[in-house]
């Protein structure tokens, strides 16, 4: 028997469970150099605003020891240019897509929720709440339980039932599995986690911070265990919710990792900078790796860390 690679997630399949990171390859058009992009389980866009921005001053980007960090500020095209681009180049490729927003504020994201409705062949919404409100004094969405259920309210009332949405929530809060419960019961289907963790790099030379805005969002394989830890907590707590996992992905067996914590798909993302074909490296481990643990489909292997914590096979 054939070993199904399939996997579901908040109301969407996929033929595989290895997807791109938000932000970490753009629209997927540098990675088309590399493979098929129809080989991924899809492509998650990088987030979008309502309007162009050109991100932040440089430099933006330093390396630490078993990651990056980075403060890039969402630079893009806005979300009327990238429909008109990003979207038609995607649809010719083959692959399923799933959007990445964010927004400013609440009406942004109603904004960007009502744009995207109108798009046909769209496979999902990411909606990255792990943005600083500026009708807050910058205080990021999904720190607050009130303000991430706003976000995704807005979201859900503006898009209507038909494109399922995954909730991008960040790891730096006391309680994860508070602002998950929140926006789930607010409408979202579906949870990404982890975003980057705030952090900062002091230059030991100059004696000044190596980024031009001081902090920046940390990635890579550096943060994996606080994925695990939340992707555990997140679907301990909410185990119908479907979990896109992703945080220091760099080999196959880091995904099963995550798989087995709960997530029902995985997201590779920094590893894509040092080797741009990662990402297929990675979709290979994990398959082998699940076959040789025994898995007649990959749906078997999510969550199994639970099962076996629970020691009745539920």
Known sequence: MSFDFSTAMAGARFSNPILTASGCAGSGKELSQFFRLSELGAIVTKSIMVKPRSGRATPRMAETPSGMLNSIGLQGPGIDQFLENDIPWLKEQGVKIVISIAGESVEDYAVLARKVRGVAGITALE????????????????????????????????????????????????????????????????????NTLLGMVIDTNTMLPKLSQKTGGLSGPAIRPVAVRAIYQVHAALPNTPILGMGGVASGRDAFELVLAGASAVSV??????????????????????????????????????RVEGGDGE
């Open 127 to 194: 909606v990255n709440i792990s943005c600083p409100n500026v009708e807050n004094r910058g205080q990021v969405f999904a720190c607050n339980p009130t303000t991430a259920r706003e976000a995704i309210s807005a979201v859900r009332r503006n898009i209507g039932g038909e494109v399922p949405i995954i909730a991008k929530l960040t790891p730096d809060v006391t309680d994860i599995t508070e602002i998950a419960r929140e926006v789930v019961d607010a409408g979202a289907d579906g949870l990404a986690l982890i």
């Open 269 to 306: 993302g920094t590893a894509t900078f040092g080797n741009p074909t990662a990402a297929m490296a990675i979709k290979q481990e994990l398959e082998e790796i699940c076959i040789q643990r025994g898995f007649q489909n990959f749906r078997d292997a999510i969550g199994f860390a639970h």
